[in-house]
């Protein structure tokens, strides 16, 4: 089975922190992604990355940053947290003309 | 714009009755839809998947949906509910790399 792994399942933060939210995928995927999560608003994609070291920028990137160094891993950097970005954030990843598979997700309080 | 539409937000519904949730997408070439079920403090699990070929698409836990292309729907349904199948619900279409979702239904089950 795919596995993709979030590093923490709970994080509270403080306003203007800088926070690392890391993801690691089991099944060598080529493509993987960051959403966040809010009531009423379904996902929104936050950035995406095709292949080590590439990204694009998803619907809401602002306040955010990413890094793929190597392929198994995304992670997602807050550079100075706010409050507006408490939210749950969730990781996926899948092969090219396959379903996204998702991580457990990660329920983030910046205070 | 939005891409996935979901109209109803919450769905109550009786324990043996069954459920038809709605999913209305907006893209110009052939979609790859998606309908995936999230249980309170979980990630998403995939329940079915259309990409081409036969419109009526069968998935896990009993659940199946019909793509329409002239209606622009992709619903999905269950003849009879069980009280686990409550749960939050999102339809997602893919474009390009990007995959789009919806606000999401919420499923109530009553006894």
């Known amino acids: 089975d795919v596995k993709v792994t979030q590093s923490s399942r709970y994080l509270v933060k403080r306003t203007g922190e800088k926070v690392f939210l890391e993801c690691v995928q089991d099944?060598?995927?080529?493509?993987m992604f960051w959403y966040r999560q809010d009531p009423g608003l379904g996902l929104r994609l936050i950035y995406f990355?095709?292949?080590?070291?590439?990204?694009e920028k998803g619907d809401i990137p602002e306040g955010y940053s990413v890094s793929r160094e190597k392929k198994e891993r995304f992670s997602l950097i807050l550079e100075s947290a706010s409050t507006n970005q408490t939210s749950m954030y969730l990781c996926?990843?899948?092969?090219?003309?396959?379903?996204?598979?998702f991580g457990q997700g990660t329920r983030l309080t910046v205070v | 714009a939005q891409s996935v539409t979901q109209p109803d937000i919450h769905i109550t519904v009786s324990e043996g009755a069954s459920l038809e949730l709605r999913c209305n997408y907006s893209y110009g070439a052939t979609p790859y839809l998606f309908w995936y079920v999230q249980s309170p403090g979980q990630g998403l699990q995939l329940l079915l998947k259309y990409f081409s070929g036969d419109t009526l698409v069968q998935g896990i836990k009993g659940f199946e949906a019909e793509f329409k292309r002239s209606q622009s729907s992709f619903n999905l349904r269950k003849p009879s509910v069980h009280w686990s199948d409550a749960a939050e619900y999102f339809c997602?279409?893919?474009?390009?790399?990007?995959?789009?979702f919806g606000a999401g239904t919420t499923v109530t089950v009553r006894a």
């Open positions: 099944m060598d995927h080529e493509n």
């Open positions: 997602a279409l893919r474009r390009d790399y990007k995959l789009s």
């Open positions: 996926a990843s899948r092969e090219a003309d396959t379903e996204a598979f």
């Open positions: 990355s095709y292949d080590v070291k590439m990204k």
